[in-house]
């Protein structure tokens, strides 16, 4: 079985429930530490698939990140190779950036911690997104914001960012949100970037406290969407 390639751009940052998703499903991944250093893959061939995860850098930062574009290149390849590719948080935007969209600083402020979204009528008939609720309260740690991309389908938005989640043909997704994350993951976020959560005077102990309330749900929800997400490498 093809592995799935995993482009990480922070430590902290990692597959979280996407791992179950790829072990129920008997597919291994591996990771490409991009923030220490590892080269992103000049092709995904061999590859069953991509993941792009998310990180505190921004699309538009191609000076100071020059992988970005290697990242995109990858994208690319994924998608002309008919493979899947799911992107999250910053990887949504580097997706959606490959694809011909504008990415920039969200004008409306960020979104961090628990923050409601809601689907669009598309995602009731979408392969992944079908059967959940209406409206959802992912975690959410992103200042920026992208269009939809040329061809893609919104899935979802939220008060403050118009497109939440996209499609892009039937194998590419895109997710603003944190649908991946974990208690755990919660904590080691709000650890590592501490200085952020100042600054916006965000509560670090009532955001990671409000994970009790939401996660058993969104578990369950993201088991469904990224097995859902799995499926077609599965069954190459």
């Known amino acids: 079985m093809a592995k799935i390639y995993v482009l990480q751009h922070h430590p902290v940052e990692n597959l979280g429930t996407i791992a179950d998703a790829l072990e129920g499903a008997a597919l291994a991944w591996q990771y490409v530490r991009v923030y220490d250093g590892q080269p992103v893959p000049a092709s995904i061939k061999g590859a069953g698939g991509l993941i792009v995860m998310g990180g505190p850098m ?9 992988w970005l ?18 992107g999250v ?23 961090i911690g628990w923050h409601q979204i809601r689907l669009d009528d ?3 008939q979408d392969r992944l997104m ?9 975690f959410h740690w992103h200042g920026d914001i992208f269009d939809l991309p040329p061809g893609a389908v919104s899935l979802a938005s939220s008060e403050k960012t118009p497109c939440q989640a996209f499609r892009h043909g039937d194998k590419a997704y895109g997710f603003q949100f944190h649908f ?8 080691a976020m709000a650890d590592a970037f501490a200085k952020e959560l100042n600054r ?22 993201s088991e469904t969407v990224f097995s859902r997400w ?7």
Not at 69 to 86: C, Q, T
């Open 58 to 66: 921004g699309v538009y930062q191609t000076d100071r990140h020059p």
């Open 69 to 86: 574009r290697d990242e995109m290149r990858l994208i690319e390849d994924a998608m002309k190779s008919n493979l899947p590719v799911l």
């Open 89 to 111: 948080c910053l990887g949504a935007q580097i997706l959606a950036a490959a694809l011909g969209a504008k990415v920039d600083r969200n004008p409306n402020g960020k979104e």
């Open 122 to 124: 598309s995602a009731k």
């Open 130 to 138: 079908r059967d959940l609720p209406a409206t959802l309260t992912p």
């Open 180 to 187: 991946e994350v974990t208690r755990e993951g919660v904590s």
């Open 200 to 221: 916006e005077n965000i509560a670090a102990d009532r955001m990671i406290a409000q994970a009790a309330e939401f996660m058993p749900s969104l578990e369950k929800m």
């Open 230 to 236: 799995a499926s077609p490498i599965q069954g190459t």
